[in-house]
């Protein structure tokens, strides 16, 4: 049975969670199917939230607020140490419902979950982190710093983690102190209903986590609602820069991660067998709907004009094995397998991008569109296509599907060169056994997240998530995850303190010296004291 469900009715409608519980949203007659993209049944019906729904919770979350961000952080990182219990005993739960309604497979699932719980268990350790720093930084004089919640703050995220990208922000941001507006991908709805029930058991009060269901009315609610004070966004690049742009109009904080089209390189010198096992998890895994699979892999033939190199050799080997791992790759939801795409529109995206590649001179050395054939779901196989042409289409955009395009370059410099023109900046990855070799690259790519024989390079807390500035993979401030969200969701309030000396009674108590005493001493130690005191900062002369 799908949490949250109406129950006013038998239609299978889910109810937005506000105030500690489910609720049939208030005016809204537009509802939209969830449908698994394995076999196209509807799951469920999710409402399109107006903006009038996205008030309810915000003031919800307004009541909440003061009691919530007046516990100390350790108090709320015990909760948290509640809440990751939870997700552990009911990992098999919310997986199941991630299959069904993403379409991953069982061992994807359960990592999508267990990934996701690891951001809350960095989260329960936010009081041995997030505490601000002191020092003194003249004599008499200490600066401190603490880090303060910004009150109320959105979160939207995409389809393709229902429960791991949700917890890139909710359980950070909960632990230093704000209270949590999410909006769910409308397509994968339901785990996150299950989890919202999980918080409210591990002691998240009412009004400090809620969830808003909806499409774009709600997107816009949240960056234009006065009282939502920060917004993170996951999903297209299109999107985040909308998102982004919104928000600036009213000097709303944003943190906005787009897409990606990331790059491998393989030089001749890697390791074949590792190599070859590694891009097809990249490439495949999750069907490919991932910001940080594998896109693009270059087969650098730096020794090709030598006729006792072996390099062209290996790099054929290394693309076989490609190949040949991937045809190996069975339909289906069961460990292993490689599940179908989020739905049609997906489908027939990813067929295009095949269709195109071919029509313009590819070849297709893997076809996963015989796998488009079946009669229910949204299913494209494996794809490896071997390009001539470096202006192909499926080398240059996001596909967000099982596809693997392959160019070979003569050079290191033609492999950069290639990786720098293009417009994402999220992940790139070499594969070689040098150390000098993988310093020149990771010195070079245009990519914020990079890999050393790691076709994934996720980096995990308290390393933050995020692509680099000035591409389409990032806009906004910040990272997400780690110890760039607990910098995104929090203000720091910096406390520059001077006293005077206090002077001790005898009893145990301190007192203020009598006016003739402190004349007396005053002119007696001016001297002394002008050769410590910080004149510049401190004498009203900066």
Same mark, same amino acid.
């Given at each position: 049975m799908v949490k949250g469900l109406s129950n006013a009715a038998s239609s299978n409608r889910l109810d937005n969670f506000i105030d500690g519980k489910f609720v049939t949203p208030e005016g809204v007659t537009t509802y939209v199917p969830v449908v698994s993209p394995s076999d196209e049944t509807v799951i469920a019906q999710v409402p399109l939230s107006t903006a009038a729904n996205v008030d309810e919770a915000v003031a919800a979350a307004k009541r909440a607020f003061p009691e919530w961000s007046g516990l100390t952080i350790k108090q709320r990182a015990g909760i948290m140490m509640k809440f990751h219990h939870l997700m552990d005993t009911h990992s098999q739960e919310l997986a199941e419902l991630i299959v069904r309604e993403n379409g991953k497979n069982i061992t994807e699932a359960l990592a999508d979950v267990a990934k996701g719980n690891e951001t809350v268990e960095w989260a329960a350790s936010l009081p041995q982190v997030a505490p601000g720093r002191v020092l003194e930084v003249s004599k008499g004089i200490?600066?401190?710093?603490?880090?303060?919640?910004?009150?109320?703050?959105?979160?939207?995220?995409?389809?393709?983690?229902?429960?791991?990208?949700?917890?890139?922000?909710?359980?950070?941001?909960?632990?230093? =102190?704000? !209270?949590?507006?999410?909006?769910?991908?409308?397509? @994968?709805?339901?785990?996150?209903?299950?989890?919202? #029930?999980?918080? $409210?058991?591990?002691?998240?009060?009412?009004?400090?986590?809620?969830i808003v269901h909806g499409a774009v009315d709600v997107v816009n609610a949240f960056c234009d609602h006065p009282d939502i004070a920060a917004v993170s966004f996951v999903g297209s690049s299109k999107v985040a820069n909308i998102v982004t742009q919104r928000c600036n109009q009213t000097n709303k904080r944003v943190l906005a991660l787009g897409g990606a089209k990331n790059h491998l390189i393989a030089l001749?010198?890697?390791?074949?067998?590792?190599?070859?096992?590694?891009?097809?998890?990249?490439?495949? =895994?999750? !069907?490919?709907?991932?910001?940080?699979?594998?896109? @693009?892999?270059?087969?650098?033939?730096?020794?090709? #004009?030598?006729? $006792?190199?072996?390099?062209?050799?290996?790099?054929?080997?290394?693309?076989?094995?490609?190949?040949?791992?991937?045809?190996?790759?069975?339909?289906?939801?069961?460990a292993g397998q490689v599940g179908p795409l989020i739905d049609n529109i997906a489908?027939?995206?990813?067929?295009?991008?095949?269709?195109?590649?071919?029509?313009?001179?590819?070849?297709?050395?893997?076809?996963?569109?015989?796998?488009?054939?079946?009669?229910?779901?949204?299913?494209?196989?494996?794809?490896?296509?071997?390009?001539?042409?470096?202006e192909d289409k499926a080398l240059k955009d996001e596909i967000f599907g099982p596809v693997l395009s392959v160019l070979?370059?003569?050079?290191? #410099?033609?492999?950069?060169?290639?990786?720098?023109?293009?417009?994402?900046?999220?992940?790139?990855?070499?594969?070689?056994?040098?150390?000098?070799?993988?310093?020149?690259?990771?010195?070079?790519?245009?990519?914020?997240?990079?890999?050393?024989?790691?076709g994934i390079p996720v980096p995990r807390e308290p390393f933050s998530f995020g692509g680099l500035y000035g591409t389409l993979s990032k806009f906004g401030t910040s990272d997400i995850t780690g110890d760039g969200a607990m910098e995104f969701f929090t203000n720091r309030i910096k406390i520059t303190t001077k006293w005077t000396a206090s002077y001790g009674t005898g009893s145990g108590n301190f007192a203020q010296p009598s006016a003739k005493r402190a004349r007396v001493e005053n002119s007696s130690s001016s001297t002394a004291s002008s050769a410590v005191e910080d004149k510049a900062n401190f004498d009203g002369r900066m």
């Open positions: 200490s600066c401190q710093e603490l880090r303060n919640p910004l009150g109320v703050v959105a979160a939207i995220v995409p389809f393709n983690f229902p429960a791991m990208v949700p917890m890139w922000t909710i359980p950070i941001s909960l632990t230093v =102190g704000n !209270c949590v507006i999410l909006k769910p991908s409308e397509k @994968v709805p339901t785990t996150m209903q299950r989890i919202a #029930e999980l918080m $409210s058991e591990a002691g998240i009060p009412p009004g400090v986590f809620q001749p010198d890697c390791d074949v067998g590792m190599a070859a096992r590694d891009i097809v998890a990249s490439f495949a =895994g999750c !069907c490919g709907q991932r910001c940080m699979a594998a896109s @693009v892999l270059l087969l650098v033939d730096e020794d090709k #004009e030598d006729a $006792s190199s072996s390099a062209p050799a290996v790099l054929d080997t290394l693309l076989e094995q490609v190949v040949s791992l991937s045809a190996a790759l069975q339909a289906g939801q069961g489908k027939e995206r990813v067929l295009h991008y095949i269709n195109d590649a071919e029509a313009n001179g590819a070849k297709i050395l893997l076809d996963g569109r015989s796998w488009a054939t079946r009669e229910k779901g949204f299913w494209v196989g494996p794809t490896v296509i071997l390009h001539s042409n470096r070979r370059v003569s050079s290191r #410099e033609e492999a950069i060169a290639i990786e720098n023109a293009n417009p994402y900046g999220n992940a790139g990855c070499i594969y070689t056994e040098r150390g000098c070799n993988a310093e020149w690259f990771t010195k070079r790519f245009r990519a914020a997240m990079l890999g050393v024989n790691i």
